[in-house]
């Protein structure tokens, strides 16, 4: 099975999607009805094999990972082996 993200090489490649995701998502839009919408995102990256070697692993160290950025009050990307390594997304344009 071939994941979407194997071709991420480092964590600054994992780092730069994140990133773009939780910029893109932030970015107010307008709705069919006329409405502004603006959403955020917390993340949590688990990574194979360096934080588990299955799915349901992966999973669950990602999902604690995204929990602990919330329990911050931040808004950002939480990894799995480096739970207090979060930072907040700041509002500036991801660099390509």
């Known amino acids: 099975m071939r994941s979407f993200f194997s071709d991420l090489k480092s ?39 360096d934080d588990a070697v299955d799915a349901d692993s992966l999973l669950k160290m990602a999902d604690d990972a995204m929990y602990e950025v919330k329990r911050g009050d931040q808004l950002g990307v ?6 207090n390594s979060k930072y907040k997304m700041s509002d500036q344009t991801p660099q390509e």
């Open 11 to 49: 964590k600054n490649h994992i780092d730069r999607l994140v990133g773009r995701i939780i910029f893109d998502l932030g970015q107010a839009y307008e709705d069919l009805n006329g409405f502004t919408v603006q959403m955020s995102a917390s993340v949590g990256v688990a990574i194979c094999p």
């Open 78 to 83: 939480g990894y799995a082996g480096m739970i």
